[in-house]
């Protein structure tokens, strides 16, 4: 279970303010619970973890084992939610090293039709020439630019290569129930398809198939991640105390944080298997709350990496950042520093250490030295990178996300805005039924 730790910010904003948003919380938790509030039709994943069946669990290993049977690699094509949840998970949980391993006992993920390059689309087409692949095609509504492209490439080029009855077994769509291209390809050919719920959004999806299906295949326990989950939702329900509820006392710090002049939260890690967690939280809370001209910007750093690129600007850029640390407790493996006779490097002071420790030295040392520089802190204790607690971890920033929008005073759940430059697009392209849309356009080029 996680620990949320919020003492680094009280040189900034004060402690009886955070304990002040006890009722509008409390309000903010009654309207996720009673459906009162803006965008209620988006409510599926706030009991989604406990409502996961053991059936539904069982359908979904059974079909990972059929990709895992049957492919050497798999691709998730998939965009915004529909990618970053399960790739967050996947690569927090996974060997840095996995590609470059000779004996491979789980398919490589790949991911694609989350950009549209040329290049990443050739080289990726390339790169499966020779290898057994399979594909999980995500998409919620089933008509993304994005993902409809780069998967129109991988059906032709699987059917191509290993024969239209085998592509049938190694293409899996997790789509709407009814609607969008995803949807009407996948019954005419006759893919095993997964459904996502009209209620769960693509940024709140990852514990439906849209997450717990490639997490599967890449070979981790999908009910240790929903159970880690099931137990955050207790943790951060409406019945929780404020002062102890983690969801709650984030969700506050943040806005108080944020109306006192701090308008970019800073999700930093020290471990690089966490990089696609800060992509996947980038989303939940840009999209969710950058709207009606208000909202936290949502960025990330990589600690160490970035010290030595973006550290400058946080110690000493204008002050209108905060940081929230995620911190990995114990590391998986032990490595130790050795002692080296010679000492040209000067580092013999840490040998017998253990690389954890001079890394969380790095971590203790940048927190006070941005706490000094003005920058508030909040720090986020995962005990160990499992499956449990990154699921927790996963559904407590959701459920903070929910309370937050709502303290915000937006609807959390909608994203009109990404439809501008879609729009836009599809003018340039011609796309047919935009055609005022392209004269328009063409006007102002
Ligand atoms: O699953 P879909 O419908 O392809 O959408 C992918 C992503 O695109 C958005 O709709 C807009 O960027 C996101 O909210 C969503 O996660």
């Known amino acids: 279970m996680i620990n949320l730790n919020i003492e680094k910010t009280f040189g900034f904003i004060s402690k009886e303010k955070v304990s002040a948003y006890e009722a509008e919380v409390k309000a903010a938790q009654e309207m996720l619970e009673k459906g009162t509030g803006k965008g209620n039709d988006f409510l599926g994943w706030l009991h989604l973890p406990s409502s996961i069946t053991k059936e539904h669990l069982a359908d979904l290993n059974a079909t990972a084992k059929v990709l895992r049977d049957n492919c050497e690699v798999v691709i998730v094509a998939g965009i915004g939610g529909s990618y970053l949840g399960a790739r967050a998970v996947i690569e927090a949980l996974s060997n840095s090293f996995t590609w470059l391993q000779n004996k491979k006992t789980d398919p490589i993920m790949i991911y694609a039709g989350h950009n549209i390059s040329e290049d990443y689309l050739y080289e990726l087409t390339e790169y499966l020439k020779d290898k057994k692949f399979g594909v999980i095609n995500i998409s919620k509504s089933g008509t993304t630019t994005e993902t409809a492209l780069a998967f129109r490439l991988l059906k032709k080029q699987c059917e191509d290569q290993r024969g239209k009855e085998t592509a049938k077994k190694v293409i899996v769509a997790v789509t709407d129930a009814k609607k969008g291209a995803a949807r009407v390809t996948a019954d005419k050919e006759g893919y095993k398809t997964f459904i996502i719920p009209d209620n769960v959004g693509g940024r709140f999806s990852v514990l439906t198939p ?15 991640l929903v159970a880690g989950a099931a137990d955050m939702e207790k943790a951060c329900g409406s019945d929780v105390a404020f002062a102890k509820n983690p ?9 108080e944080l944020y109306r006192n002049g701090k308008k970019i939260e ?28 208000k909202g936290i910007f949502p960025a990330s750093v990589d600690f160490s990496t970035d010290l030595h690129s973006m550290g400058q600007w946080i110690q000493e850029g204008e002050r209108s950042i905060f940081e929230t640390v995620i911190s990995v407790e114990k590391v998986n493996h032990k490595l130790e520093v050795p002692s080296d006779e010679a000492n040209l490097d000067g580092l013999n002071f840490l040998a017998g250490k253990r690389v954890d420790e001079v890394n969380k030295m790095a971590e203790l040392g940048t927190q006070l030295a941005h706490v000094d520089g003005g920058v508030p802190n909040m720090r986020i204790v995962l005990p160990e990178l499992t499956e449990y607690n990154i699921g927790g971890l996963l559904y407590f920033f959701e459920k903070a996300c929910g309370i937050s929008g709502y303290l915000l005073g937006v609807n959390p759940f909608n994203q009109p805005g990404v439809e501008a430059y879609k729009k836009n697009m599809f003018a340039l392209l011609n796309k047919p039924g935009y055609e005022e849309e392209s004269k328009a356009i063409q006007a102002r080029l």
Do not use: M
Not at 210 to 224: Q, R, Y
Not at 247 to 255: L, V
Not at 269 to 291: A, R, T
């Open 266 to 293: 800073i999700l930093v890690n020290f471990c690089p298997k966490l990089h696609y967690v800060s992509e996947w939280w980038k989303q939940l809370y840009g999209e969710s709350e950058g709207k009606d001209n």
């Open 210 to 224: 849209v997450g717990l299906l490639p997490i599967a295949v890449a070979g981790f326990d999908i009910e240790k």
């Open 247 to 255: 969801a709650a006392i984030y969700a506050a710090t943040r806005n």
